[in-house]
């Protein structure tokens, strides 16, 4: 986002990308996994004092135009929805982990908008009544197709003793495989603590 505002980031802003390497590690075959914090809709409007200074912050960095300036303008959800959907699909990863995604959202626009784009997915609510986000995998079916899966939800014990969801995949890899000679699965889990 911070090419998009004409900013370079500064080494406290940058991502640190985590490359794993395995026993499969060749030329022909590599996938790539995007986890991605939505912030939630729901969330920025229930506790929006919350972000109101650290987005102001963030915009003075930015130099940007004087109506995003506002934090208002910065958590209202078309923009960021716009923006987000333009995230992944410039990251173009062939596998999405979300989190904080608003259930409604996700079947009015991030489900059909990436399936378009080619993507399957899952997704679970929190199933707490209080909260309206959860978590979704997406995966691109040109390159897996899902064998198994568990939707998942669990209550840490914590202060706030928070409802929990995840989601754990079996996806088998259907691009390259007879590089292999064998048809490798992978698993991957998604939750939000």
Known sequence: MA????HQDTPEMQRAWKVNRTITDSPNFSFRVLSYNLLSHHNTVKHGYLYKHSLQDLLSLFLFSLLAQSHWFRLDWKVRSAWLLEDLKSLDNDVLCLQELDQSHFKTLFSPTLNELGYDSLYIKKFDDKNKDGCAIFWKRSLFTLVDHRLLQYKI???TDEDNTGIVVILKLI????HFG??????????HL
């Open 3 to 6: 090419q998009r505002l004409g």
């Open 157 to 159: 014990l914590t202060r």
């Open 175 to 178: 691009k390259n495989s007879k």
């Open 182 to 191: 064998i048809e490798p699965h992978f698993c991957i889990a998604n939750t």
